[in-house]
């Protein structure tokens, strides 16, 4: 080789180096936190064994916390046996605890509320107890007993994931999501009458195409913000809750290696800001089946409340395919202008959906993150654990503080209550 020809190819070989470099800081550098700032745990308490939770399974209303849960989860499905209403004032210590529906297998349990029109609580879940023939199905607590107001079986359609939300109106709005839908009527759609119960079937929602999932759901100012995750895109539903219409439109769309949808979508509204948030895993490194559990990054995505648009998207985990996020994630508003976000980070592979053994954990992501108006993201905090965690959800107290639960990846699941508190240093 000549001399002329040896620096040419050295010059290539810095330049794809430095071109490499540029494109691995932006999907692998993790950003600093802000000096000063720093999470502290205020208790620590430990609620039981073999207990699990969905991401909407707690609810804190006028200083009360409501929680659902269910016992000795099969791994595959996520399900456990019966469901278990617990509840406790904030500052006090014992729970008040009711059983229900012991000799059944339920999923996805999920609180809805509407504190203008009634004070009942709403569970809405799936039962599993037969996989050949499940339902969705939603019951009125009214503090001592349920009553069923909606089920639907899966005979016109897979039922799994519903979700529901009170419009303010004296209305809620049950929406199931089919899986195995082509699209055309991916999301059944009903409101349920709170004083009279009376159900009124709505127009389907037709999407795209398979693979609809439903995680949070916000009501604003007459309407229904919906994110809609389907194969390999996400999208943003919104209800006219007095013309009963829903628009959409495309908010993200990526390569999945299975055409996997977004899930643990969470949504928040900082009005000051005029800005809504959205957190949500994407799919990225690895296969669903058959030998890992969903896996990877977690995005923060901002929208102009006035018009929808996108105004930043930003990875804040799972920042390269060696440490890729499961989708035991969760996220929570704090205050006006922050939201704290809860992941567990994998070695590649895992088998937790397969045999139940929790392996190849690396660590567990506690952080606080703030917006601006423009959508500009920064890390506050973080609080990174070996002591890994999964089934994780978070609740706001106040501005700084949030309760916290998870399991322990072990053998008996220990499920954990904490409270933690935000401290940030004032000059």
Not at 64 to 77: I, S
Not at 253 to 268: A, E, H, Y
Not at 403 to 425: G, H, I, P, Q
Request: charged fraction near 20%; glycine fraction near 6%.
């Amino acid at each position: 080789m000549n001399r002329k020809s040896t620096i040419t190819v050295v010059l290539c070989a810095l330049f794809v180096g430095i071109f490499s470099g540029c494109i691995f800081s932006q999907t692998s550098q993790k950003p600093l936190p802000l000096e000063g700032a720093s999470l502290t745990r205020v208790s620590h308490e430990l609620l039981g064994e073999q207990l699990h939770s969905n991401m909407r399974a707690f609810e804190i209303i006028d200083g009360h916390l409501h929680m659902l849960l269910t016992t000795d989860v099969t791994p595959a499905t996520g399900t456990g046996s019966g469901l278990q209403y617990w509840t406790k004032p904030l500052d006090g210590d014992a729970f008040e605890k009711h059983y229900f529906l012991s000799d059944k297998v339920i999923g996805m349990a999920n609180i809805v509320v509407d504190p203008i029109y009634t004070d009942d609580l709403f569970f809405i879940f799936n039962d599993r107890t037969n996989e050949s023939f499940r339902y969705a199905i939603m019951e009125r607590f009214d503090g001592s007993e349920l009553k069923r107001v909606f089920e639907l079986d899966n005979t016109s359609g897979q039922v799994l994931n519903p979700q529901a939300i009170s419009s303010q109106d004296g209305y809620i709005h049950i929406f199931v999501p089919d899986r195995t839908s082509s699209g055309q009527d991916g999301i059944k759609w009903w409101r349920l009458n709170i004083a009279t119960e009376e159900l009124e079937r709505l127009n389907d929602i037709s999407l795209p195409t398979r693979g609809a999932r439903l995680y949070d759901l916000m009501y604003d100012n007459g309407q229904i913000i919906v994110p809609i995750a389907i194969n390999q895109q996400l999208h943003l539903g919104i209800i006219d809750t007095e013309k009963l219409t829903i628009s959409t439109q495309l908010l993200d769309q990526f390569k999945s290696p299975d055409g996997m949808p977004p899930r643990s979508i969470n949504l928040f509204k900082y009005d000051q800001l005029g800005i809504y948030l959205l957190t949500y895993l994407r799919p990225a490194s690895f296969s669903n089946r058959p030998r890992t559990g969903l896996v990877g990054e977690v995005v923060a995505m901002v929208l102009d409340a006035d018009n929808y648009k996108v105004l930043n998207k930003k990875v804040i985990g799972g920042y390269n395919a060696k440490e890729a996020v499961t989708h035991y994630m969760k996220s929570e508003q704090l205050n006006d202008r922050m939201f704290a976000v809860a992941f567990t980070s994998v070695d590649e592979i895992h088998h937790f959906h397969l045999t139940g053994v929790h392996d190849r954990y690396t660590k567990s992501t506690l952080a606080v993150w703030q917006v601006d108006g423009s959508g500009n993201l920064q890390l506050v905090c973080e609080e990174v654990t070996e002591d890994t965690r999964w089934d994780q959800v978070l609740a706001r107290i106040d501005d700084s503080t949030f309760l916290f639960s998870y399991n322990s990846t072990t053998a008996t699941n220990e499920k954990w209550l904490d409270v933690m508190k935000l401290e940030l240093e004032t000059e």
